[in-house]
């Protein structure tokens, strides 16, 4: 049975961890969290999963990854990812021996997920496009993908803000600010081959989906991601949407909301009334055709 796999593609900042906590609340579905991380820093350094536990304690991570490293080389995985995962990257459009080492390397990790969870649905919250270019070349994967997309302007005002290191807490390392115009170049460019993501599955397996409707209503944005992923989301969108909070589980990297357990959804909007008017309109000049394209006015 091939491995079904929902992918979170996106740029960062954009509430994937949000959404992979809503929805590895379901009880098909495991949250993962950045599987993408695992073998760049995660597991090496032994970081926490959202259940409070250090990877090696933790009663999910510790025994898929002794199966995994079983038969595949985290170093040797780390090597092939950077050759296969870049937006660009001629080791995954060329194909050949590294690519197929990569799928082979990364179907073991999903089917060792599979069968420690019992959950037949794994959801990979990594965001890169690159990673998830690859994997839809891979006929014996199910790949479906949420193209998660939030206001540039946003995006740009979190990244903007520098977080202290705080293991405990899920932030490994220090982040320091990055200007608007990093910001919405990147952002603009990691949207943009999402957008080409999409062009390479069948229409009804992929969405997007906007972090500002599905923070403000999750059932009727829930619903939408129902019919791409082919799972019924309706009784979880119907649950958060009458107040439930949301309940992380075991992902193993992402925002710091991983971290907080549960918690009340709530839709952040404080870019509009904090960022600077300069800031905003440097981001609205080089993103405003994406940013119409996705429904967002100026």
């Given amino acids: 049975m091939k491995p079904k796999i929902i992918y979170i593609a996106g740029y960062g900042r954009s509430g994937s961890t949000v959404v992979d906590i809503m929805l590895g609340m379901h009880p098909e579905i495991f ?4 599987l993408s991380t695992m073998c760049r820093h995660v597991w090496r350094e032994n970081e926490y999963c959202a259940c409070g536990a250090r990877l090696n304690e933790c009663d999910v991570w510790e025994p898929v990854m002794k199966r995994w490293t079983k038969e595949c080389d985290p ?12 937006l660009y990257a001629p080791g995954r459009m060329i194909g050949g021996a590294k690519l197929e080492a990569y799928l082979n390397m990364s179907r073991a990790m999903f089917s060792a997920i599979r069968d420690q969870t019992g959950q037949p649905i794994i959801l990979d919250s990594s965001k890169a496009p690159g990673r998830a270019l ?3 070349s891979d006929p014996k994967i199910d790949l479906r993908v949420i193209h998660l997309v939030r206001d540039a302007r946003a995006v740009a005002h979190a990244l903007g803000r520098a977080i202290p290191v705080d293991v405990a807490q899920g932030v490994q390392k220090k982040i320091v600010p990055r200007s608007p115009l990093r910001t919405a170049l990147r952002w603009r ?16 397996r992929s969405v997007r989906v906007r972090y500002e409707d ?13 019919s791409a992923v082919d799972v019924d989301l309706t009784e979880v969108g119907s649950q ?18 991983r971290m907080k357990g549960p ?31 996705y429904g967002y006015s100026e």
Wanted: charged content about 25%.
């Fill in 189 to 204: 460019m990691y949207n943009s081959v999402a957008e080409r993501l999409r062009t390479r599955l069948a229409p009804n």
């Fill in 240 to 257: 958060i949407s009458q107040g439930a909070k949301i309940v992380p589980a075991h992902q193993m990297a992402g925002s710091r909301l």
């Fill in 134 to 136: 690859a994997l839809a």
């Fill in 31 to 34: 949250g993962a969290g950045e």
């Fill in 75 to 86: 170093d040797d995985y780390f090597a092939l990812q950077r050759s296969i995962e870049p």
């Fill in 214 to 226: 599905i923070s403000r209503n999750p059932l009727a944005e829930l619903k939408r991601i129902s």
């Fill in 263 to 293: 918690m009340a959804l709530r839709y952040n909007s404080d870019w509009e009334t904090e960022m600077p008017k300069a800031a905003k309109r440097q981001v609205e000049l080089i993103t405003g055709a994406q940013l119409w394209r």
